[in-house]
């Protein structure tokens, strides 16, 4: 089944991943309200995953439904983590280049890794 209200959300919240990594020189570029706006991107790309995971899921048995959960967190954190490992340089040249000292710093990556 198709659904074309998601892969327009999709698109919108792309190009709003788009805005948050253009931003991450200069975040005082743009007013406070669209910085928000454009953090919302990943949450809904997680939600959008997991309704159409849960929607794949929906007719199997659970032993089948477990393996399918299973493959999808692997491949997801395969490739978070490898997305993290390349985008470690710009994360600490912004480090590197901002004024603040390396324990905030470290904290700021703690929480953008889990969240």
């Known amino acids: 089944m198709q659904y074309r209200f998601l892969d327009v959300i999709k698109y919108i919240m792309a190009l709003f ?4 990594h253009c931003l991450q020189f200069n975040v005082q570029a743009v007013p406070l309200w669209v910085y928000f706006f454009l953090r919302w991107a ?22 089948k439904a477990n393996i399918i959960y299973e493959q999808f ?9 490898i997305w993290t490992v390349i985008y470690l340089p710009i994360t600490l ?9 390396w324990v905030i710093d470290l ?4 929480r953008n890794f889990f969240l």
Do not use: A, C, M
């Open 107 to 110: 904290l700021f990556f703690i």
């Open 42 to 63: 990943v949450p809904i790309f997680f939600i959008t995953s997991g309704y159409l995971l849960e929607r794949k899921t929906q007719t199997k048995s659970i032993d």
């Open 17 to 20: 991943v788009v805005g948050i």
């Open 93 to 101: 040249f912004i480090f590197w280049t901002n004024d603040y000292n």
């Open 73 to 81: 967190l692997r491949k997801s954190v395969k490739r978070y983590l």
